[in-house]
């Protein structure tokens, strides 16, 4: 990599996580139930819940510590936060020249098919006219 790029993927990165924490802050501090969030167009145009419907109430609860209600909105975003957030740490990690990517399983093959086959399952599931359908829809 030459010297100039360097640079800009420290700015670039630095304004991902100004941008990512005022996001946090902003879902912390207003209610997207109560507020005018966007809202899904999938769910809005044809009336299915897509893998994200519930993900801004689910954020919401998370970061007052309702678990239980994030669950209730998505419970993929809830299983996947974990990941989200050991990927930023690992993001970090690597640009401080720790390690080689390719040590990590969320670049790995495997994880990548784990998560699209959990998305479709997840997606189908909660769009089911049964009580498993009724439970994951948000």
């Known amino acids: 990599m030459n010297e100039s790029a360097e640079p800009r993927w420290g700015k670039l990165a630095s304004l991902l996580v100004l941008g990512g924490v005022g996001l946090l802050l902003l879902y912390f501090r207003l209610n997207p139930a109560h507020y005018p969030f ?16 519930g993900t801004q109430r689910a954020l919401h609860a998370l970061l007052h510590g309702r678990v239980g209600q994030a669950v209730h909105y998505n419970l993929l975003a809830v299983g996947y936060a974990p990941v989200v957030v050991v990927g930023a740490f690992e993001e970090a990690w690597l640009r401080g020249g720790a390690s080689a990517r ?3 399983f969320l670049y790995s093959v495997w994880f990548g098919w784990l998560t699209v086959g959990g998305v479709v399952l997840f997606t189908i599931l909660r769009n089911l006219p049964t009580s498993v359908g009724y439970w994951l829809a948000p």
């Open 38 to 53: 966007p809202r899904c167009p999938v769910h809005w145009l044809t009336g299915l819940h897509c893998p994200g419907c």
């Open 102 to 104: 390719r040590t990590s």
